[in-house]
């Protein structure tokens, strides 16, 4: 995947590490969603973090 200014990087995690009160039901990992994370390969700025659903990740 590549960005404006080069290649990122995504990384999928459990709703729970967006904090501590994200899918209570489910312990923090909803069966539903996930959190996307997208940041600079060269430098792990953060660009963008969004609500997934699990089966809509970018690959």
């Known amino acids: 995947m590549s960005g404006p ?11 729970r ?6 899918a209570l039901r489910y312990g923090g990992d909803g069966p539903n969603f996930l959190l996307e994370e997208i940041a ?7 660009i963008s973090v969004r609500e997934v ?7």
Do not use: F, I, N, S
């Open 5 to 15: 200014k080069g290649r990122v990087t995504v990384a999928t995690q459990p709703l």
């Open 17 to 22: 590490e967006a904090g501590p009160w994200m």
């Open 40 to 46: 600079c390969a060269g430098c792990a700025t953060l």
């Open 53 to 59: 659903r699990r089966d809509d990740r970018v690959a």
